[in-house]
């Protein structure tokens, strides 16, 4: 009987332990402070990419929003001009200009002004009108065929109707719709708060899924880092950058050397991946400067730029800008951020880090960056860039999986 006893508090207390053990691995699992150590390995680029012309003699090549889209032996470039209100297709195997699409302002086919878009086929263009809060399937003649007009109170404890929108900004932080599911996955602008960089905006779930076969707004989730809680340091930043993988949303920020994975029940980790190029911790600013005060500080600062997913081979790239020179001229230019160096760090879904390489500073271009089958294909369109030819949008291709393995 003794024994039974003294048998049966030994397992209370074991079970005791295993749950408390458990709690303590899924608490670790998640941390908003992110402090630690560069990983990643350093890989530089010992092979000269291939790079692709496409002529563009009389022809846009100035755009405000871009995407690659590619199936089968479809690869195509798309541009989208919002002063023009037009699209440019590219076809980068031909390397010439495939179709042009126009978008009416006027009569029934008229879409509002454009901010962000995902080419979800070569005749069917998913585009969000941003603050108007729609999102708007259109073919490639510009038709409209279906409008999703986003409304109501979010779920899951987000904001109340009215007081955010959904909120893209061209290619550094845009939406992401996933055909098997046929759900569109949307950053939360969470707003109604006193002052321009209010940190409440940060104690409120920041993504946002909809269901398009009902057009019903299905999930609210995500957190912010322990570092946007701070009510009196600001990196003034509001939009950031995701991606949309393996049933998560992956979000990075431009002050954490963390990657947090999402899902919209509300499970998360974080994966601290750290570049070569950050500071142990990411310089904030004293809240409530004014831009004159804040810009020429951040401009010069480095910062975790954006993510994206390259679903050919489930990796992750993170684009890392570093500081500018010590010494360059210092204003409200943000076009001097394109002379910095920048690297891309890439991982996997576990947070296993296979490299980061430095790319030259004011050759690239960080904000057109994408994920293809062949590589990674980016704009050598950089403003500083002295051997750009001005009659061709110019891109290097680079190999990934050769990176990656040093060769």
Excluded at 25 to 42: D, V
Excluded at 69 to 76: A, E, L
Excluded at 148 to 176: E, K, M, Q
Excluded at 345 to 354: E, V
């Amino acid at each position: 009987m003794l024994h039974r006893y003294l048998l049966s508090i030994c397992l209370f207390f074991l079970s005791f332990a295993w749950m408390h053990c458990t709690r303590e691995e899924s608490a670790a699992a998640f941390s908003s402070h992110c402090l630690c150590q560069p990983s990643c390995p350093q890989r530089p680029m010992l092979q000269a990419p291939l790079v692709i012309h496409l002529p563009v003699s009389g022809l846009q090549y100035d755009f405000d929003i871009t995407t690659v889209y590619q199936k089968d032996n479809i690869f195509t470039f798309w541009g989208y001009n919002k002063y023009e209100a037009k699209f440019y297709i590219y076809d980068l195997i031909a390397q010439q200009l495939l179709d042009t699409i126009r978008i009416a302002s006027i009569g029934e086919q008229a879409i509002p002004e454009i901010f962000g878009f995902q080419a979800i086929a070569p005749d069917s263009i998913l585009v969000h009108t941003n603050h108007y809060n729609q999102l708007i399937l259109i073919n490639r003649q510009g038709e409209k065929l279906k409008t999703w007009t986003i409304a109501g109170d979010l779920p899951n404890d987000g904001r109340s109707a009215g007081l955010y929108y959904l909120a893209v900004s061209g290619n550094y932080n845009n939406f992401y719709y996933d055909k098997s599911t046929s759900q569109a996955t949307f950053f939360v602008l969470n707003t109604g708060f006193d002052g321009a960089h209010p940190v409440e905006r940060f104690t409120w779930p920041q993504f946002a899924t909809m269901e398009l076969s009902n057009g019903q707004l299905t999930a609210a989730y995500g957190e912010y880092p322990a570092i946007y809680h701070d009510a009196e340091k600001s990196d003034y930043e509001f939009l950031f950058p995701f991606a949309v993988a393996n049933g998560k949303t992956w979000a990075v920020f431009n002050s954490s050397h963390c990657v947090y994975a999402f899902a919209k029940n509300k499970n998360r980790q974080s994966f601290c991946l750290r570049s070569h190029f950050m500071p142990d911790e990411p310089e904030m600013l004293p809240r409530g400067l004014k831009a004159s005060e804040r810009d020429p500080k951040l401009i010069v600062r480095g910062n975790y730029y954006t993510i994206l997913y390259d679903t050919h081979r489930r990796l992750f790239y993170r684009i890392v800008i570093h500081n500018l020179p010590e010494g360059t001229p210092v204003g409200r230019d943000w076009q001097l951020k394109k002379q910095a160096r920048w690297s891309v760090m890439i991982f996997d879904d576990t947070g296993q880090c296979f490299g980061e390489t430095v790319f030259e500073p004011g050759v690239y271009d960080f904000d057109h960056v994408f994920a293809t089958r062949e590589g990674l294909l980016i704009s050598l369109e950089n403003p500083y860039n002295t051997e750009n030819e001005e009659e061709m949008l110019s891109f290097a291709l680079i190999d990934i999986d050769r990176l990656i393995k040093g060769k």
